[in-house]
């Protein structure tokens, strides 16, 4: 497998286990609220850190995205989930879909130019494997941390991810004196 691929892969597989130990703890309830008013609801936002994984798609089978086309198709339009299974088989399908495309991409083809468009202006053009990097993996983490904030406001226990949170550490404090 080509060095770029599995230094991808490496940080993908580790951070599409921590997104789906968050999305199923969303709660089967509550997919309305939201912490502001100009903030996404809950099923909102479950649903774009869901589909963030269709970015593999989007900078592998493509030159480019324009988040403003003339047309007015593409853009964005947050995706509400009305569930947990939602949520978890909307980020299993495009986290697998994304995995298999980015273990079949030679280093030319990662090296190769991706644009971020807004209608006829170019936002930016970088390496395709650095665009999987910040739009896709840290835009996937930026949002995740969003959910997290939302599930602790309705007291909802989360999981660690890069070490304990305060609810596995509690845990694991209780089954110590036990």
């Known amino acids: 497998m080509p060095a770029l691929s599995q230094d991808l892969l490496a940080g993908f597989d580790e951070e599409m286990s ?21 903030s996404m609801t809950l099923g909102q936002l479950a649903g774009h ?28 339009h947050p995706y509400a989930v009305s569930s947990r299974e939602e949520a978890l088989a909307t980020f299993d399908k495009h986290a697998k879909d994304a995995r298999a495309l980015i273990a079949a991409a030679g280093d030319a ?56 949170s305060a609810d596995t550490q509690a845990a694991m404090r209780a089954k110590l004196e036990s």
């Open 109 to 164: 083809e990662l090296e190769g130019s991706w644009s971020l468009l807004m209608g006829e202006k170019t936002v930016f053009t970088m390496p395709r494997h650095l665009a999987l990097r910040t739009w896709f993996l840290n835009h996937l983490i930026h949002h995740r941390g969003q959910l997290s904030v939302y599930l602790r406001l309705l007291n909802i226990p989360i999981p660690g991810m890069y070490g304990p």
């Open 49 to 76: 850190v869901a589909s963030i994984t269709r970015w593999g798609d989007y900078v592998l089978r493509h030159d480019s995205r324009n988040l403003k086309p003339a047309d007015g198709q593409q853009q964005f």
């Open 18 to 38: 921590h997104t789906r130990q968050l999305l199923e703890c969303l709660p089967e309830g509550n997919l309305e609220f939201r912490p502001h008013e100009k």
